[in-house]
């Protein structure tokens, strides 16, 4: 199967990035690239350590077997291994007892093996999960420090992509990037192609000729002389085996290793082994025999392009090189190959031949007629830095025939008139030239567009729109539908709901958020029991989330980061359980539908007249009282939390409709505030959504007002400070019967003057009538009630009295 894996660290040194795997994959996804799978290996080699073989001897009953000593920086354990490459000091993987071998399905334990107690396992890259190479024990370098976690030397994530057959300039890390830094604004880091050249010129050491250049419109070459074949550096040798690639030598490792980085395949001939000095590219008949550099013959069918030297075939163009000619540990002149094959002579060679490798995959699809210059440069670099020897001047390019660029006409309203969407005319180049695409605007609206050599599957108007629309996003596209069905979502309460929340936010000024619902297990589990994943990506996402607040924490940390800082935002989302009672569809797991509503930054815009001033929680309590009053609800009161809960720092206010708990508002956990590097106070309110639904859209009545006048007192009371303004309203509002209309605090002291433990509150009370205009008597019999009732029930006196 040819090889689709794109190394995250690799791709982050060429567009760097701050997604997590799981958001990158749903970023590429969603832009038409399918990621068919992820290899987080931090996760895979959690508990492997770097241990060093001390001592290495024979078993003294059994001749396949060694007894080690092996140290990871304490006690040395012995340790029995069947591995035929084991030996004394080197660095090795170390599964310590009581790991866990996933790959191997059972647990490290201590047992006798022939008599020696055997205690931890020396293991071999297919026990890693690196390869299915069992044939002996992974060595690290010698330089590998002891003692650490593996997976801080191997650990990365490997992403298994697929690209439609037309998007061959995807099948790179240097591809993949383009995608990304288009989507996010990111710059591109090219890797540098720097070296210094003999005086000796490539065209003076090789002859290159090419019989039809319809197969083989362009043919460069490059010669390196003087090379030191041998074993590549340890960090060429780990990538490519991040890559399922077993390394071989410096120079081939490098061709290896320039294909996956920008996508077009190379070959290194040993220059000694072509007869004549000569390359020649031509088309053989049928029946000739042809050994590969796998070891096996093929006969070659009729109109194979080969390249030949003098006297003999040395490669079959675009699919594999022959053994007659390949990299060997005697090699010291190489001749770089970099050329652009016909994609219909690749795949109809590869296809009668039964082969199908990483070059072909790439040449059948259409490479870049364009990179061959820097492929072949970017290898001569490397193996001049790894291999030493010297490259002669200038690169020999066989190009007869030069291929125009592509330019095609954009009418961007034509493209508003396709997409059924108005995207702004600078957009629409925007988006084009984020992706490499050349634009020049033109006279009434439209645009000449330049196509990039790499994007061989643009050939009109329509290509154009379509990388138009890909880019702004096909979800911000509107649904039309052909026929529709009307639910009432009034049998609904939960949904209707939810409906009229978002509706209600969205109007207020708040901008919706999406979160992922999976999340770690340190953060699961600090919230509420964790529900753990069976088959998690990963351990970041290997628990459900037991509170939305972590989520929106993270997103105010993701947008402060790029200095947005005045939010208003809101999710509708679940979070899980493991106990409580069943509100969902699996057994034992209480799934909760929660709204969180979160402020921070300016609670207003500011202006010359308008004083900086920051969103609190007062901002964020109003906020509140205008959705419960949209929803339905009227009984809301809050109340004093002192104890922390689903993610708020103590003290908070816990949120009530009747006597059931609905909520909670306040200033987030201070480990989320660190964790996301969250700047101020940001407030946050967070609904269970399914218990609100019980009081939410209570009938109401038009009541027309009085039209007698509303009367006005203000008292003003000293009381215990731990009462709260909920339990005193509620006092009031119960003593002081039908003719008291409303109550609103309007004054809070506490301080000098005041005896301690006590404070000062002071109320404004409306008083008023249906039938007849009040008089002074009978309000100050009210109020003289009210008074003694909140002496009863709080020991509350009047100020000053």
């Known amino acids: 199967m040819p090889n689709k894996k794109i190394i995250e660290s690799w791709l982050k040194s060429i567009t760097p990035h701050s997604y ?37 001897e024979k078993h003294p009953d059994a001749d396949k077997l060694s007894v080690t000593t092996v140290t990871t920086g304490g006690e040395p354990s012995t340790v029995v291994c069947g591995a035929p490459n084991v030996r004394a ?67 990365d994530v490997i992403y298994e992509i697929d690209v439609t057959p037309n998007r061959a300039d995807c099948l790179s890390h240097l591809g993949i990037a383009r995608e990304v830094a288009a989507l996010t604004g990111g710059e591109i880091f090219l890797p540098p192609t720097e070296f210094f050249e003999s005086g000796e010129r490539t065209e003076d050491a090789v002859t290159i000729t090419i019989d039809d250049p319809a197969l083989c419109p362009r043919y460069v070459a490059r010669m390196i002389r003087g090379v030191k074949i041998g074993p590549s550096p340890a960090w060429l040798q780990e990538t490519l085996r991040k890559l399922g690639l077993r390394p071989r030598n410096n120079v081939v490792d490098i061709t290896s290793y320039v294909l996956f ?6 070959h290194a001939f040993d220059f ?61 002149n190489v001749l770089l190959e970099s050329a652009f094959f016909n994609p219909s002579s690749v795949r109809r060679t590869a296809k009668r031949l039964g082969l199908s490798t990483d070059a072909s995959f790439r040449f059948e699809r259409g490479a870049d007629i364009d990179s061959t210059i820097y492929a072949v440069n970017r290898a001569a670099q490397l193996i001049s830095q790894l291999a030493g020897g010297e490259v002669l001047a200038g690169p020999l390019d066989i190009y007869p025939d030069p291929s125009p660029r592509t330019v095609i006409e954009l009418r961007f309203e034509r493209a508003d008139e396709i997409l059924g969407i108005t995207i ?9 030239r984020r992706i490499g695409f050349g634009v020049e605007p033109r006279d009434g609206r439209r645009a000449m567009v330049a196509v990039p050599s790499f994007r061989v599957d643009i050939f009109g108007e329509i290509d154009l729109i379509e990388e138009i629309v890909r880019i702004h996003g096909y979800d911000n596209l509107p649904a039309e539908p052909r026929a529709s069905v009307t639910f009432d979502l009034a049998t609904d309460r939960l949904q209707k709901l939810i409906a009229t929340s978002r509706h209600f936010l969205i109007d207020s000024g708040f901008n ?22 069976r088959n998690g990506l990963g351990r970041d996402f290997s628990m459900l989330r037991t509170s939305v607040v972590p989520s929106m924490a993270k997103v105010i940390g993701f947008n402060q980061r790029y200095s947005r800082n005045d939010l208003r935002l809101f999710e509708t989302g679940t979070a899980f359980r493991a106990t409580g009672p069943d509100r969902g569809v699996i057994p034992g797991v209480v799934e909760m539908t929660e709204l969180s509503i979160a402020m921070s930054g300016a609670a207003e815009p500011q202006g010359w007249d308008v004083p900086a001033r920051n969103s609190d929680l007062s901002d964020l309590r109003g906020m509140l009282d205008r959705y419960f009053d949209r929803v339905g609800v009227g009984n809301v009161t809050y109340r004093a939390a002192d104890d922390a809960k689903w993610g708020f720092d103590a003290p908070a206010l816990s949120i009530h409709a009747g006597n059931a708990e609905i909520g909670r508002a306040g200033r987030f956990d201070p480990e989320l ?18 218990r609100l639904a019980e009081h939410a859209f209570t009938p109401t009545r038009y009541k027309a007002p009085s039209k007698f006048p509303v009367v006005l007192r203000d008292i003003s009371i000293v009381v215990d400070a731990e009462r709260t303004n909920a339990e005193l309203e509620k006092t009031i509002l119960g003593a002081g019967g039908a003719l008291l209309s409303n109550v609103r605090l309007f004054d809070l002291y506490q301080g000098k003057g005041m005896e301690p433990g006590k404070k000062s509150v002071a109320y404004s009370l409306s008083f008023t009538s249906y039938e007849r205009t009040l008089e002074d008597g009978e309000i100050e019999k009210v ?8 002496d009863q029930e709080h020991g509350a006196k009047l100020r000053g009295a």
């Open 89 to 155: 000091g080197q660095k090795i993987a170390f599964a310590p007892v009581g790991l866990h071998i996933a790959t191997a399905g059972f647990t490290i334990g201590k047992r006798k093996i022939r008599g020696i107690e055997s205690s931890g396992m020396i293991c071999s890259e297919s026990e890693l999960g690196l390869s299915d190479d069992h044939d002996g024990i992974l060595v690290l370098p010698p330089d590998t420090p002891v003692g650490v976690p593996l997976a801080d030397i191997l650990g």
């Open 424 to 432: 702004a005319d600078d957009l629409q180049m925007e988006y084009l």
């Open 512 to 533: 919706e958020t999406v979160a992922l619902y999976l999340t770690d297990p340190e953060t699961a589990a600090a919230y509420g029991s964790p529900v753990e994943l």
């Open 673 to 690: 505030m660190e964790r996301h590097d969250i700047a101020g106070a940001p407030v946050i309110a967070v609904i269970d959504l399914e």
């Open 261 to 266: 980085e920008c996508g077009h395949p190379l």
């Open 272 to 332: 000694d082994r072509l007869a004549g000095g000569r390359v020649e590219v031509k088309a053989v008949g049928a029946g000739g025999k042809f050994v590969t550099l796998d070891g096996k013959e093929h006969e070659l069918p009729d109109g194979a392009l080969m390249i030949c030297d003098a006297e003999k075939p040395v490669a079959i163009a675009g699919v594999m090189g022959g053994e007659n000619s390949e990299i060997t540990d005697d090699t010291v």
């Open 20 to 56: 997590t795997p799981v958001e990158l994959t749903e970023l590429l996804m969603r832009r038409g690239i399918e990621v068919e799978s992820i290899d987080d290996r931090f996760s895979n080699l959690a508990g492997f350590v770097v241990g060093q073989v001390l001592t290495c």
């Open 783 to 790: 109020v003289g009630k009210i008074v003694r009732k909140l």
